[in-house]
């Protein structure tokens, strides 16, 4: 129900799952207003989401950048995709929920040289669009100077990588 609610209302939704994505197509929501977000998707889940024209994905790292550009090319489509970037900072959270570390298993550390490795790799693959960057440092978070900081970092980075390749997120 919710999500033909969000189809009348025009708006976004982000999904994590093919099943979120299924429910959404089945309740006639556009699944290109959607984003496919999360660190377990599956190639069938990639090609699932792709043959219903997902919007965007979120990429956590290479292996998952290789099967988004691989299913695209067979399906001879140019897929919009953001790269996760992890800024390497402690958000003052729960550790389980902790997100933003260097060491986080979620998204692609500023500091190892991995994010400039991996938008530098999308920015050649010929069916991907890079979009842009997207940054979550965790959740309960209480306090606004990790959200500061992960903001002056993710604008650091991205200025850094628009003097280093020249792109501009769109």
Known sequence: GIYRIM???????????????????????????????????TDADIEYAISLGIGRFVVDGDEELEAIN?????????????????????????????????????????ATGQAESITKKALLLPNIELM????????QIFEIEPFVQAAEILMRFIADMKAKTGFSAK
């Open 7 to 41: 189809a009348e209302e025009g708006v976004g939704s982000d999904a994590v799952s093919a099943g979120e994505i299924y429910t959404a197509n089945a309740a006639g929501f556009d699944v290109g207003r959607m984003v496919f977000h999360g660190n377990n998707k």
């Open 70 to 110: 691989e299913i695209a090319g067979k399906k001879g489509i140019k897929q919009k995709i953001q790269i996760r970037i992890t800024p390497g900072i402690d958000p003052h959270t729960h550790k389980s929920i902790s997100t933003g570390k260097v060491d986080s298993k979620f998204g692609n550390a500023i």
């Open 132 to 139: 842009g960057f997207h940054c979550h440092i965790g959740s």
